[in-house]
């Protein structure tokens, strides 16, 4: 079975610009999860989708934001990119979302680099 | 909101020594998870818990959800160099958000 897979796994962009990143879950995963990772921050969640829906959110500024396609694809886009911004962002692919089903898998990120 | 303290933030061991890590958190949790990152790459899950009190092992991993469901520790024993790492807790709380740690990273000395 395939793992989950993110592109592109390396993106440049300058300030102000905005950016798509795409992720595909595992087959058969219906909850797709984004997170930013940092070294002075650490992981932190930006939100979830399940069937579609966006079940929840952390707290990002409005610029962040995402949608899942009916085969569980999903997207999260950067509007108006900071320097802070530059990141490894992580998809989690889960099969559900209560109990062993919840445990999430992670892709490989996309390192985003803003100048 | 939930925070989740893990500790140590670094440890240098040597080859073949065991290793201990925790998360401890102020909320209450209904799912601890352990994953581990490698350079370049995502999280990999290592071991995942679902009942307080709960000892689960992986090889020479363990790890237990503590009985007032609001720690978790990590064990390592006999530690090699592909231990090498960053280990991540996680904790699967109120509002469905899953939390982590700020991490663990492991150096083994030659």
């Known amino acids: 079975k395939a793992g989950v897979t993110q592109t592109p796994r390396y993106l440049i962009k300058t300030r102000g610009q905005q950016v798509t990143l795409s992720c595909s879950p595992i087959s058969g995963h219906r909850s797709v999860s984004w997170y930013q990772q940092t070294p002075g921050q650490g992981l932190q969640f930006l939100f979830e989708y399940f069937s579609e829906t966006q079940r929840n959110k952390g707290n990002f500024p409005g610029r962040f934001s995402g949608r899942q396609f009916s085969n569980s694809r999903s997207e999260m886009n950067v509007s108006t990119l900071e320097l802070g911004d530059s990141a490894l962002y992580l998809c989690?692919?889960?099969?559900?979302?209560?109990?062993?089903?919840?445990?999430?898998?992670f892709g490989p990120g996309t390192r985003l680099t803003v100048t | 909101g939930q925070q989740l303290n893990q500790s140590p933030q670094s440890m240098f061991i040597q080859e073949g020594e065991d290793v201990s890590m925790n998360c401890t958190s102020s909320?209450?949790?209904?799912?601890w998870l352990w994953y581990k990152q490698d350079p370049g790459e995502g999280p990999v899950l290592l071991i995942a818990l679902y009942k307080a009190g709960e000892l689960t092992s992986n090889g020479r991993l363990t790890a237990q959800f503590g009985i007032t469901r609001k720690d978790s520790f990590l064990n390592i024993s006999a530690s090699i160099p592909s231990d090498v790492g960053i280990y991540f807790c996680a904790g699967h709380g109120r509002d469905d958000k899953i939390i982590f740690g700020k991490g663990t990273r492991l150096h083994i000395l030659p």
């Open positions: 909320s209450i949790f209904n799912t």
């Open positions: 989690a692919s889960s099969f559900g979302r209560t109990g062993p089903a919840y445990e999430q898998y």
